[in-house]
């Protein structure tokens, strides 16, 4: 049996809306892209993570995936995290 993880990701430019207080848009949105490489990059080196799914309507975030060897999934539009995260255990 291997462990594969999965990791839902909002569109960049709705992650982390509470902090749009205090960072301006721009700042925010490094933050997310950052958060999520650092991310990915972490469950590369897990040992018990043979694969890691990335699923998510982003397109930037999906590219961000392929380049870091995981597979990205276009999730289907108007769903929540959980029929996200239910396809992409069926894709």
Known sequence: MSNWAIVPVKEISSSKSRLSTVLADIDRETLVIDLFIRTLSVLQIVNSIEKTIVIS???????????????????????????AIQQATFD
């Open 57 to 83: 309507r982003d397109s930037d975030m999906l590219d961000l995936a392929t380049k870091s060897e995981a597979l990205a999934i276009r999730e289907n539009d108007n769903s929540d995290l959980n029929s």
